[in-house]
């Protein structure tokens, strides 16, 4: 059994390194790290991308395949459910180092079938809503930051462009404050700083070209 980690980068303040860090701190043993850098997770899909396509060829029945979370696969609803059922066709486990979901074709039971292929969709209709209110966040963000004097930043922000993404999506998966902040490894009044003024977070990072 090998243990893939699957690392998508699609700004310059995201590595796969930092992923890798994420998931070994949450226990898996990776034994290799699969990447795409510079890559919309809106615009191509999973098997379209140079390193996507080589996972799919990697993966035997038995692995796993790790992902921070599942907008890692992808940000469309479609694609990110029928890449996951793929997987789990392939005999391929499917988990997620933010809160260690677990996708596994193996059972054959249809009450857990019933739940499992439920909560595929959720999480997967979560990644694009998340994708798509990211979106409004960073045209108000950039707005607003145009708005204000040019030749003031303010302080500049203690997190970067990959922690606010993760910090949104475990506020949007409902984790707590102290859960987040310990997860991604900031403090808890910076997750509170972001909860509470989304738009202002972004504009920072906006305004620091973040």
Same mark, same amino acid.
């Given at each position: ?10 700004? =310059? ?20 790290? /699969? ?15 140079? &390193? ?5 060829? #990697? ?6 395949? /790790? ?14 459910? +029928? ?11 499917? %988990? ?14 249809? #009450? ?10 959720? #999480?997967?209709? #979560? ?8 979106? +409004?966040? &960073? ?23 990959? &922690? ?28 509170? %700083?972001?909860?509470?003024?989304? /738009? ?9 070209? =973040?």
């Amino acid at each position: 059994m090998t243990t893939i980690l699957y690392a998508r980068v699609s700004t =310059a303040d995201q590595t796969a390194a930092h992923q890798r860090t994420q998931a070994e701190a949450a226990g898996f043993k990776i034994d290799e790290v /699969v990447s795409d850098d510079g890559v919309s997770g809106v615009t191509t899909r999973l098997a379209d991308r140079p &390193q996507g396509r080589r996972l799919f060829d #990697m993966l035997r029945r038995g692995d796993v395949l /790790v992902v921070r979370w599942v907008d890692r696969l992808g940000r469309d609803y479609g694609d990110v459910t +029928e890449t996951i059922r793929e997987m789990m066709r392939r005999g391929v486990i499917v %988990r997620t180092v933010i809160n260690g979901m677990v996708f596994d074709g193996a059972t054959d039971d249809p #009450m857990l079938q019933a739940v499992r292929d439920a909560l595929i969709g959720f #999480m997967a209709a #979560m990644s694009q809503a998340q994708a798509e209110a990211t979106k +409004e966040a &960073q045209k108000a963000g950039i707005a607003h930051a145009k708005g204000r004097d040019d030749a003031y930043l303010g302080r500049k922000p203690s997190y970067d462009r990959t &922690q606010f993404d993760a910090v949104v999506a475990m506020l949007n998966a409902g984790e707590t404050v102290q859960a987040v902040a310990k997860a991604i490894g900031i403090t808890r009044q910076t997750v509170y %700083r972001i909860r509470d003024n989304r /738009v202002e977070a972004e504009a920072a990072l906006a305004r620091w070209a =973040a």
